[in-house]
């Protein structure tokens, strides 16, 4: 004989009623997410579907669950047993997951280096002449990134000197690295670059240089110094590993009824001194060795007036000048862009070094632009040949 059933009592549908209060509360949290995890993009619209994907099924489980209890005659044994099953499988589910989770950092160790946070990217010629004109291309993201088809602007200009103004003598290497400041590519010029004497330098930093202002950020750790040592940057992340577990309760803290952070509006930047004496710093060990510098203005999409379809991409923001409970604003981004841009003029003008004012050139729309400052595939069409026929103004030049 089968086991008999009975019906469900009021505090039955009472439970229920309760239960289906707190798993609507719990459910529409995860409809008003935070900022910073949204800054992940992708991955963060999939971590969002899965909560509103696995909430509803735990939720009908646990239902179906105590109604069967409830309804059947279900020994108590039966659903002992059941628990501690779906508790082993979510042991060994999470040791699964943890495996891989820290078999990726410790793969990615190797992409870090002791000073410069990331290793640079080493010099390789791809010239055929035997005593190639080498110019090499500094900056960050904006620099070393290149479009869907796998080409950087470096590289195409280099193919615009070679094919149509006949310079082949001459070699264009990207050394951008992405998260570099003008420190990093001081640094990483008089240590790595400086020996193989390139005809000239251009180097392109401003925004990674403007975002260590943001010294309450989840990247630092102290107030602003002009060394920036209070900024770790991408170390950060092996220097603050957080088990799997925290990442995932710091993941779902921010993905419920996130607080939103309190945006902070400002014109001031400490900065700017340490990143003049930096660029000068470079123009001087290049001038020592008779290499030509160009300095060059970095594009941005921000502006005053801005749609949202425009403010729903700005991601670097919710990333690196964000923590618990603030956020630089948009225009704190606009104010200190344009001045790194005037600033980098200036010193141009007073240094006498070759300027490309490239932040001109890029219309801030979004057929340019797929964030704040980096770019869509059609912006690299734009840049490589206004870059390429200033580069082959310039080495006709007498520069200092």
């Excluded at 309804?71 to 997951?97: G, N």
């Excluded at 264009?172 to 010029?189: A, D, F, P, R």
């Excluded at 202002?213 to 110094?225: C, E, L, V």
């Amino acid at each position: 004989m089968g086991p008999t059933t009975r019906r469900l009592q009021t505090v039955d549908y009472l439970i229920l009623g309760i239960t289906f209060v707190v798993f609507l509360y719990i459910y529409a949290g995860f409809y008003q997410p935070g900022i910073y995890v949204l800054s992940y993009g992708v991955m963060a619209r999939k971590i969002l579907l899965g909560f509103r994907v696995i909430v509803p099924i735990i939720y009908l489980g646990a239902v179906i669950l105590y109604v069967t209890a409830r309804v059947r005659h279900v020994a108590v044994s039966s659903m002992v047993l059941l628990s501690v099953v779906t508790a082993v499988c979510l042991v060994l589910a999470y040791d699964v997951v943890d495996y891989a989770y820290q078999s990726w950092f410790d793969a990615h160790k190797k992409r870090f280096h002791p000073y410069l946070q990331l290793m640079p990217q080493t010099y390789v010629t791809h010239s055929s002449a035997s005593h190639p004109v080498r110019i090499f291309c500094l900056g960050g993201s904006t620099t070393e990134w290149s479009d869907n088809s796998g080409r950087d602007w470096p590289s195409r200009v280099d193919s615009i000197l070679r094919n149509t103004y006949g310079r082949t003598d001459v070699e264009v290497s990207n050394l951008g690295m992405e998260w570099y400041t003008s420190l990093h590519s001081l640094i990483n010029y008089e240590t790595n670059l400086r020996p193989y004497k390139p005809a000239m330098i251009v180097v392109m930093q401003s925004v990674n240089d403007l975002l260590h202002n943001a010294d309450f950020s989840y990247f630092s750790h102290g107030s602003f110094r002009e060394d920036y040592g209070h900024f770790y940057g991408p170390v950060n992340r092996i220097i603050d590993r957080r088990s799997l577990w925290r990442y995932l309760t710091d993941i779902l803290k921010d993905s419920w009824y996130a607080k939103p952070r309190t945006p902070i509006t400002t014109d001031v930047f400490p900065g700017l001194a340490a990143y003049d004496r930096n660029i000068r710093t470079l123009i001087e060990l290049a001038r020592h060795d008779s290499t030509k510098v160009v300095l060059m203005s970095e594009p941005f999409l921000l502006k005053e007036e801005m749609s949202p379809d425009e403010l729903s991409v700005v991601a670097m923001l919710k990333v690196e000048a964000i923590n618990d409970t603030l956020v630089w604003s948009p225009q704190t981004v606009i104010n200190g862009m344009q001045q790194y841009n005037a600033r980098l003029a200036e010193i141009a003008e007073s240094e006498h070094v070759g300027f490309i004012d490239l932040e001109k050139v890029i219309p801030k729309t979004l057929m340019f632009f797929r964030d704040e400052v980096h770019y869509k595939d059609t912006t690299f069409s734009v840049i490589a040949p206004y870059v390429a026929e200033k580069i082959n103004e310039f080495l006709g030049q007498q520069l200092r």
